[in-house]
């Protein structure tokens, strides 16, 4: 339940897109109500992601399966915790850039992504994904703020 992301990795088309989208819709409450609960619930999902999706993976005989979508949960969870404002428009930022870095896997993350094996290498490439987002959201905020 956890690693297919509660059904939404079950999506037929674009798993991972709804999977992000939906780990999205359910943090951004808890981290509005409290910044320690959200920094919390993205601890412990770094810290039981990787089983949570090796284990996915074993009982499906995939690695990486498509369906797997507590990376994708992990992922989004980092950027909106490190977003310079929680808005609509941060938000919709995060989605996008976030989901642009997972699909497109440049260097260093498609070589994560192809190198380390198991519920590590699962998680790996998003909380990369999730640092190059970061970076982007930031390096525009400061751009257009000045």
């Known amino acids: ?19 992000t989208l939906l780990g999205l819709l359910l943090f951004i409450p808890i981290l509005l109500w409290s910044e320690a609960a959200a920094i919390a619930l993205f601890i412990f999902s770094i810290v039981f992601g990787s089983y949570i999706c090796g284990k996915s993976a074993e009982i499906v005989g995939v690695h990486d399966h498509g369906g797997i979508v507590w990376d994708e949960f992990a992922g989004i969870w980092l ?3 490190f977003l310079p ?10 989605f996008i850039i976030f989901r642009g870095f997972d699909i497109a896997k440049p260097w260093p993350i498609n070589l ?7 519920g590590v290498g699962i998680m790996v490439d998003d909380i990369l994904a999730a640092v190059y ?4 959201i930031w390096a525009t905020h400061n751009i257009f703020s000045l």
Do not use: C, N
């Not at 956890?2 to 939404?8: D, K, V």
């Not at 404002?85 to 995060?94: H, P």
């Not at 994560?112 to 198991?118: L, S, V």
């Not at 987002?133 to 982007?136: A, C, F």
């Open 133 to 136: 987002s970061i970076t982007i």
């Open 79 to 81: 950027v909106l915790l």
């Open 85 to 94: 404002e929680q808005s609509y428009l941060y938000w919709v930022l995060a």
């Open 112 to 118: 994560a992504d192809q190198e380390i094996g198991g």
């Open 1 to 19: 339940m956890l690693g297919f992301g509660f059904g939404s990795g079950l999506v037929p088309k674009a798993p991972g897109t709804f999977g």
